[in-house]
Nanobody
Framework: VQLQASGGGLVQAGGSLRLSCTASGSFYIIDKMGWYRQAPGKQRELVASIISGGRANYADSVKGRFTISRDNAKNTVYLQMNSLKPEDTAVYYC??????????????WGQGTQVTVSS
Protein backbone atom coordinates (compact mmCIF):
# COMPACT_ATOMS: atom_id res chain seq x y z
CA VAL A 1 0.00 0.00 0.00
CA GLN A 2 1.27 3.45 -0.90
CA LEU A 3 -0.02 6.94 -0.23
CA GLN A 4 0.80 9.56 -2.84
CA ALA A 5 0.27 13.17 -1.78
CA SER A 6 0.31 16.28 -3.93
CA GLY A 7 -0.79 19.88 -3.96
CA GLY A 8 1.57 21.74 -1.67
CA GLY A 9 3.23 24.99 -2.59
CA LEU A 10 3.82 28.63 -1.78
CA VAL A 11 0.88 30.96 -1.25
CA GLN A 12 0.31 34.37 0.26
CA ALA A 13 -1.59 34.79 3.50
CA GLY A 14 -5.31 34.66 2.86
CA GLY A 15 -4.87 32.39 -0.12
CA SER A 16 -5.95 28.81 -0.72
CA LEU A 17 -4.40 25.47 -1.52
CA ARG A 18 -5.83 22.00 -2.05
CA LEU A 19 -3.96 18.88 -1.04
CA SER A 20 -4.75 15.44 -2.43
CA CYS A 21 -3.67 11.99 -1.32
CA THR A 22 -4.44 8.73 -3.07
CA ALA A 23 -4.00 5.25 -1.67
CA SER A 24 -2.90 2.54 -4.06
CA GLY A 25 -2.24 -1.16 -3.76
CA SER A 26 -4.24 -4.17 -2.66
CA PHE A 27 -6.35 -3.81 0.46
CA TYR A 28 -9.75 -4.56 1.94
CA ILE A 29 -10.98 -1.16 3.08
CA ILE A 30 -9.72 2.25 4.21
CA ASP A 31 -11.02 2.99 7.69
CA LYS A 32 -9.73 6.52 8.07
CA MET A 33 -7.75 9.08 6.10
CA GLY A 34 -6.32 12.32 7.26
CA TRP A 35 -3.65 14.97 7.27
CA TYR A 36 -0.98 15.79 9.81
CA ARG A 37 1.54 18.60 9.70
CA GLN A 38 4.91 19.31 11.18
CA ALA A 39 6.44 22.76 11.39
CA PRO A 40 10.17 23.23 12.05
CA GLY A 41 10.98 22.59 15.69
CA LYS A 42 7.48 21.37 16.47
CA GLN A 43 5.84 18.00 16.89
CA ARG A 44 3.69 16.49 14.20
CA GLU A 45 0.04 17.35 14.82
CA LEU A 46 -3.30 16.24 13.46
CA VAL A 47 -4.88 18.71 11.07
CA ALA A 48 -7.99 16.82 10.02
CA SER A 49 -9.24 13.29 9.56
CA ILE A 50 -12.28 11.63 8.03
CA ILE A 51 -13.66 8.14 8.52
CA SER A 52 -15.24 5.95 5.87
CA GLY A 53 -18.74 7.11 6.83
CA GLY A 54 -17.78 10.73 6.22
CA ARG A 55 -17.53 12.08 9.76
CA ALA A 56 -14.68 14.57 9.99
CA ASN A 57 -12.51 15.80 12.81
CA TYR A 58 -10.49 19.03 12.80
CA ALA A 59 -7.82 20.67 14.87
CA ASP A 60 -9.19 23.79 16.56
CA SER A 61 -6.63 25.92 14.73
CA VAL A 62 -8.07 25.07 11.31
CA LYS A 63 -11.80 24.83 12.02
CA GLY A 64 -13.77 27.03 9.68
CA ARG A 65 -10.84 27.41 7.28
CA PHE A 66 -9.97 23.87 6.20
CA THR A 67 -12.30 21.23 4.80
CA ILE A 68 -11.44 17.56 4.50
CA SER A 69 -13.31 15.37 2.06
CA ARG A 70 -12.99 11.91 0.69
CA ASP A 71 -13.77 10.10 -2.56
CA ASN A 72 -14.10 6.47 -1.57
CA ALA A 73 -14.32 5.29 -5.19
CA LYS A 74 -10.93 6.88 -5.90
CA ASN A 75 -9.37 6.05 -2.51
CA THR A 76 -8.50 9.72 -2.28
CA VAL A 77 -8.67 12.30 0.47
CA TYR A 78 -8.59 16.04 -0.10
CA LEU A 79 -7.79 18.95 2.15
CA GLN A 80 -9.11 22.30 0.99
CA MET A 81 -7.23 25.01 2.84
CA ASN A 82 -8.68 28.52 2.73
CA SER A 83 -7.72 31.72 4.52
CA LEU A 84 -4.22 30.40 4.99
CA LYS A 85 -2.03 31.95 7.65
CA PRO A 86 1.76 32.01 8.01
CA GLU A 87 1.39 29.70 10.99
CA ASP A 88 -0.04 27.05 8.66
CA THR A 89 3.42 26.72 7.13
CA ALA A 90 4.57 23.15 7.61
CA VAL A 91 5.21 19.86 5.91
CA TYR A 92 1.84 18.15 5.51
CA TYR A 93 1.65 14.36 5.70
CA CYS A 94 -1.13 12.15 4.46
CA UNK A 95 -2.16 9.39 6.85
CA UNK A 96 -4.46 6.40 6.43
CA UNK A 97 -5.64 3.47 8.49
CA UNK A 98 -6.13 0.60 6.08
CA UNK A 99 -7.26 -2.97 6.49
CA UNK A 100 -5.28 -5.31 4.25
CA UNK A 101 -7.66 -8.08 5.29
CA UNK A 102 -11.01 -7.73 7.04
CA UNK A 103 -9.44 -7.97 10.47
CA UNK A 104 -6.24 -6.07 11.06
CA UNK A 105 -5.83 -2.33 10.44
CA UNK A 106 -2.45 -0.81 9.68
CA UNK A 107 -1.37 2.79 9.65
CA UNK A 108 0.36 4.24 6.59
CA TRP A 109 2.04 7.56 5.87
CA GLY A 110 2.58 9.35 2.62
CA GLN A 111 5.55 11.49 1.74
CA GLY A 112 5.32 15.01 3.04
CA THR A 113 4.31 17.96 0.93
CA GLN A 114 5.52 21.43 1.83
CA VAL A 115 3.01 24.22 2.39
CA THR A 116 4.50 27.68 2.80
CA VAL A 117 2.34 30.71 3.56
CA SER A 118 4.02 34.07 3.20
CA SER A 119 2.90 37.12 5.13
Amino acid sequence: VQLQASGGGLVQAGGSLRLSCTASGSFYIIDKMGWYRQAPGKQRELVASIISGGRANYADSVKGRFTISRDNAKNTVYLQMNSLKPEDTAVYYCNAVIRITSILPFEYWGQGTQVTVSS
